[in-house]
């Protein structure tokens, strides 16, 4: 995919993301690695749903603005999901209600903020991590990313929203939006005594699908 074609994927894929009603205002950021080692990442202050891929923000390997408009706050953050999740080729962070909500919740494991619900879950987003409340833009941020030693794809940012590493935009999108739905579920059944998925089942889906869960320690059936 030549630059111009990631440009205008941000774009599209940002758009949807922002009239579903998934990131709010100018929240939210986006970042696509490109095959020079340099990245495509919205500009600060920018709504995912009137970017121009012209004035996307384009860093080089790094790290420093080469052309576009002043790249988003949260660029420690992407930089430390590409320092430690060497597969990842995209990151996606959002500001989606239910998944907020869910970081605020006081029960949430910190090494698996949702239970096994459902297969899909599992599949587009292994077990997600929640860290603590850190001010956006603060690069402790990074530290606390590295701290889970690339083990996650998705992770909760206490009190501030979701963020979603993929092999492709597209995939982290998926990913994104999977997890949204899934916390959703989670809000509605809260209390209620759902059915989870089994160890066992947890485990057939691991064999066929190829799942690399980290352990968590915690058993939700």
């Known amino acids: 995919m030549t630059e111009t074609m990631v440009r205008e994927e941000i774009c599209r ?16 950021n986006i970042s696509v690695k490109l095959d020079d080692g340099g990245w495509l990442v919205t500009p600060t202050n920018a ?8 004035r996307l923000s384009r860093l080089g390997a790094d790290g420093r603005l ?3 408009d002043a790249p988003t706050k949260e660029v420690p953050l992407h930089t ?3 320092q430690t999740r060497g597969a990842a080729r995209a990151v996606v962070h959002l500001h989606s209600t239910h998944s907020v909500a869910l970081s605020m919740l006081p029960e949430i494991d910190p090494r698996a903020a949702l239970p096994p619900m459902t297969p899909y879950y599992l599949m587009k987003c292994g077990l997600t991590a929640l860290v603590p409340y850190y001010r956006p833009g603060d690069p402790a941020v990074a530290d606390a990313i590295k701290g889970l030693a690339g083990k996650y794809t998705s992770v909760l940012l206490a009190n501030h929203g979701p963020v979603v590493s993929g092999d492709t935009l597209e995939a982290a999108v998926f990913a994104m939006e999977e997890l ?3 916390a959703k579920l989670y809000l509605l059944l809260r209390g209620l005594n759902p059915r989870y998925l089994t160890p066992a089942q947890v485990a057939d889906l691991s064999r066929t ?13």
């Open 13 to 28: 894929l940002g758009r949807s993301l922002f009239e579903r009603g998934l990131t709010p205002g100018s929240s939210g």
């Open 47 to 54: 709504s995912l749903g009137w970017l121009d891929p012209a």
């Open 66 to 68: 080469i052309s576009g």
């Open 80 to 82: 430390a999901l590409y």
């Open 180 to 182: 949204e739905e899934t």
């Open 209 to 221: 699908f190829g799942l690399a869960l980290p352990a968590h320690g915690h058993d939700h059936a």
